[in-house]
């Protein structure tokens, strides 16, 4: 059995469209947070930065929100612009929902992988995902052992569709 992981690089760009200059990418860049109080309400967002204009946005991440309703462990997190919180807020699929944005993982992913052993054949490869990365398992068995994707589909035997879409963990028998 072969251990493959795919592992995240750097945080991905939102798909956002700028109202200044209508580019559709953002970033995170440090990663901040702000905090607004509002009597006993809290509004917390999520800044990014426009990537062509560097105009700054704002990511909803709770509206309104009763300041007893947040632990105070993660009240501080945000207060102190929490690297792993970041990371944490972008990758949280309700986030990106509430917010209408996508994510761009173009250039964001790495995969680990050992080589291929020459004998014996066949081999069990074992891919895990330490993040949420969507990537298409042929691709990702392509670009790992250097052959093209109608190769994968040759040697490749999988109980599930190597075309569609998963960030999660999954096994194949290579041929």
Request: proline share 3%; hydrophobic share 45%; aromatic share 10%.
């Given at each position: 059995m072969l251990p493959w992981a795919v592992r995240r690089t750097r945080l991905p760009l939102p798909v956002l469209t700028c109202v200044d200059c209508s580019c559709e990418r953002a970033t995170t860049k440090d990663g901040r947070f702000r905090v607004n109080a509002n009597g006993k309400l809290l509004h917390v967002w999520l800044l990014v930065n426009c990537v062509g204009c560097d105009r700054t946005g704002k990511l909803i991440v709770h509206e309104r929100v009763p300041v007893r309703s947040l632990p105070a462990d993660l009240l501080a997190g945000y207060t102190a612009n929490s690297a792993d919180l970041v990371a944490r807020v972008l990758l949280d699929p309700s986030t990106a929902r509430r917010n209408r944005f996508a994510l761009d993982w173009e250039g964001c992913w790495e995969l680990d992988a050992p080589p291929a052993p020459e004998d014996p054949w066949p081999v069990r490869v074992e891919v895990s995902f330490e993040d949420p990365v969507p990537v298409r398992p042929e691709r990702l068995i392509a670009q790992a052992l250097?052959?093209?994707?109608?190769?994968?589909?040759?040697?490749?035997?999988?109980?599930?569709?190597?075309?569609?879409?998963?960030?999660?963990?999954?096994?194949?028998?290579?041929?």
């Open positions: 250097g052959i093209s994707r109608g190769e994968v589909a040759r040697r490749v035997k999988a109980d599930f569709p190597l075309k569609r879409r998963t960030a999660q963990d999954f096994s194949f028998l290579l041929l």
